[in-house]
Nanobody, 123 residues
């Protein structure tokens, strides 16, 4: 069973950047698709970005397209979410998750979740 630990969250001013990391345990990380999701206070958890097992294909939610970049390094068992041009509405707890086979945008399709990392963007 893969275990996931997110890091890299923090407080940043609007227009700034952060890079989130998702470190995975287990030798089979490279066989999983990986997604990033976020949950703002009082709101549902929503899809942010996803990447396939090789890193060759990715998908982004419209609100982050052009500002966020998802990537992975299977040799390091780590995935990343580079977040640029941050806005106050990006404030949320960010979660990474993995699933076998191809990525989707649906929370229920993901099997293993990290504990989340807080991102706060001040105006």
């Amino acid at each position: 069973q893969v275990q996931l630990v997110e890091s890299g969250g923090g407080l940043v001013q609007a227009g700034g950047s952060l890079r989130l990391s998702c470190a995975a345990s287990g030798r089979t990380f490279g066989s999983y698709a990986m997604g990033w999701f976020r949950q703002a206070p009082g709101k549902e958890r929503v899809f942010v970005a996803a990447i396939n097992w090789s890193g060759g294909r990715s998908d982004y939610a419209d609100p982050v397209k052009g500002r966020f970049t998802i990537s992975r390094d299977n040799a390091k068992n780590t995935a990343y979410l580079q977040m640029n041009s941050l806005k106050p509405e990006d404030t949320a707890v960010y979660y990474c998750a993995v699933r076998s086979y191809y990525y989707t945008r649906l929370l229920r399709d993901y099997d293993v979740w990290g504990q989340g990392t807080q991102v706060t963007v001040s105006s």
